[in-house]
């Protein structure tokens, strides 16, 4: 069609055609899960305007597909009412993809291909299985080390028995040239994990993990990261207690630092977790263990105030959910993590020593041992599984490092 025929077919105003029903459809399935008025008009809008599109296009339903929707995005607009020509942003083109997904879920027309995920090796896929079955790793860290031993995979083949020491360390350096020493020590530790599973199953020479060389890190060679007692109450003074959102950030402040928690105690925490009789907050942290932690009076009554006013009606057990429609559990440890960066930034806190859920445990474990408590206790809350973990946090307890230093010998000669 040539520009002076789309102009002639162009309306004063834009119409969904035959597909105004199920833009009203579309808008009705958004109102019941939770969004606001402003945000269906949003996608009303859009999706109106992909309708009216077609229309003009003269495109029928069975010929919408990823072709069009390529052509939807760079078309110069004359589809009626106001709109830009090009370019329409990132933002108005998923609320397009949207709408286009939803008549696909209903039938009215064939679904958009989606991207085919790449495929996993299965001997990769049966280590990722045996981790969280056998080891007691969280699917999300077990897709993890899968994806690090596919990586490695690219050196070593795809033949267990034909890997040797030698092979093993040149894959390992090869890597090493391109990552970061924190992502070698995770990658390697994948790698040794996956030997044994090799092992195990007489798939691979035992004692093979004893070859995967160690990236060096010295213990204790740092100092925990955290912030003064004043610095964390505002942080949690910080949350705006008039909004939804306030209200669930401060809890989840108020739990990561009173009882030093991982942004993932947080991610999984469920509504029965809470026993309210004994005051109690049952943790599930890594390798499935469970433990039970005493519910500090102020982090206890932040939660009620949630649950009671805050959080969203829906069907889920988990404590925390989104404050903005639809109204989901948290996707991932990081998410937390942002809630923490972003009350950083609300509080005025300028320069501090990192930004995520781990600063507010290690501020916990450092309060807590200035404070009389013995590193035994610290590392009961934080559930350590072993003491020299917990030692660390010996370097920042000033009062006790006072009593067991020596006077400086001044001018003593050597």
């Not at 639809?326 to 991932?332: D, I, L, N, Q, W």
Request: aromatic share 6%; with cysteine; proline share 6%.
């Amino acid at each position: 069609m040539n520009i002076v025929e789309r102009l002639a077919r162009a309306p004063r105003t834009m119409e969904a055609g035959d597909l105004a029903p199920w833009v009203a459809a579309f808008a009705d399935e958004l109102r019941s899960l939770g969004h606001t008025d402003l945000t269906v008009g949003n996608y009303a809008d859009c999706a109106r305007h992909f309708a009216a599109w077609l229309a003009i296009d003269n495109i029928g339903l069975d010929d919408v597909g990823d072709g069009s929707f390529g052509r939807f995005k760079t078309h110069r607009c004359r589809c009626g009412g106001y709109r830009p020509a090009t370019p329409r942003s990132g933002k108005y083109l998923r609320r397009v993809h949207r709408f286009i997904d939803f008549l696909g879920r209903r039938g009215v027309i064939k679904l958009l291909d989606k991207v085919v995920a790449a495929p996993v090796d299965p001997l990769v896929r049966d280590y990722q299985d045996w981790l969280t079955r056998n080891r007691g790793i969280c699917g999300r860290t077990a897709a993890r080390h899968g994806r690090m031993v596919t990586r490695l995979l690219l050196s070593l083949g795809s033949e267990p028995h034909a890997y040797g020491p030698a092979m093993i360390k040149i894959a390992i350096i090869h890597e090493a040239e391109r990552c970061s020493a924190p992502y070698m020590k995770t990658m390697t530790t994948a790698l040794r994990g996956y030997l044994r599973f090799l092992a195990s199953a007489d798939l691979c020479r035992p004692g093979l993990e004893h070859a995967v060389p160690h990236i060096p890190q010295w213990r204790l060679s740092s100092l925990p990261r955290y912030l003064s007692p004043d610095e964390v109450e505002r942080l949690v003074a910080s949350c705006d207690l008039r909004t939804g959102r306030g209200v669930r950030d401060r809890a989840i402040l108020l739990l990561l630092a009173r009882l030093g928690l991982r942004a993932g105690d947080i991610l999984e925490m469920r509504l029965g977790d809470i026993d309210w009789s004994s005051a109690t907050l049952r943790v599930k942290g890594k390798g499935r263990r469970e433990t039970r932690l005493p519910m500090p009076q102020d982090a206890g009554d932040a939660v009620l105030g949630y649950l009671d006013g805050a959080r969203p009606l829906v069907d889920s057990d988990r404590l925390f959910l989104r404050s903005n429609a639809p109204f989901r559990p948290f996707a991932s440890s990081p998410t937390v993590s942002h809630i923490v960066a972003l009350a950083l930034k609300r509080a005025g806190i300028d320069n501090p020593p990192s930004h995520g859920a781990n600063l507010l445990r290690h501020s916990a474990a450092t309060h807590m041992l200035r404070g009389g408590a013995t590193l035994q206790s610290v590392g009961a809350v934080l559930r350590h599984r072993s003491l020299d973990t917990t030692t660390v946090y010996a370097k920042v307890d000033l009062n006790m490092l006072m009593q067991v230093a020596q006077p400086w010998p001044g001018d003593v000669a050597c």
